[in-house]
């Protein structure tokens, strides 16, 4: 898959997570964090498929890419952990391996606008709160 794609990383763990980066790279031209391990506020240490910082600090993306088998009991553990993140200030975005699979770019810029909705909206709290100070 390495010769087909313009943009490879060695440590995405599926061909889904590799159509996506190579998507998003190419849309974007900002390379993820890839695999990043995060020590979380429950004591456990997670590994964020691929990681963006957000416009303001400390929030940070994790974009999430479910694989095509995706039990029940995975969806629980996943909204436990999703929870413990987003105590921890970091946004999960969820996409499956059938909409990679489908259609690359699409799955690409659905994951880039929810990135840019949340970053407006941190941006219009962050000027609303801050515009009474001199």
């Known amino acids: 898959m390495k010769t087909y794609l313009l943009h490879y990383h060695d440590k995405c763990e599926s061909p889904a997570e ?9 849309e974007i031209g900002i390379t993820p964090s890839v695999q990043l391990p995060w020590k979380c506020c429950n004591r456990k240490t997670y590994r964020l ?9 400390p929030f940070l993306f994790n974009i999430e890419v479910d694989g095509v088998i995706y039990h029940n009991c995975r969806i629980q553990k996943d909204k436990w ?3 413990a993140l987003k105590m921890d200030n970091v946004i ?3 996409i499956t391996g059938k ?6 770019n699409a799955a690409a ?15 219009k709290e962050y000027i ?6 001199s």
Request: hydrophobic residues 45%; glycine residues 2%; without cysteine.
């Open 18 to 26: 590799l159509l996506l980066y190579n998507a998003i790279v190419e």
């Open 49 to 57: 498929d691929f990681a963006y910082p957000a416009i303001i600090a």
């Open 81 to 83: 952990r999703d929870e």
């Open 92 to 94: 999960v975005i969820r």
């Open 99 to 104: 909409f990679i699979y489908k259609d690359p």
């Open 109 to 123: 810029r659905e994951v880039i606008e929810k990135m840019q909705s949340f970053n407006n909206r941190l941006k």
């Open 128 to 133: 609303d709160e801050n515009e009474g100070i």
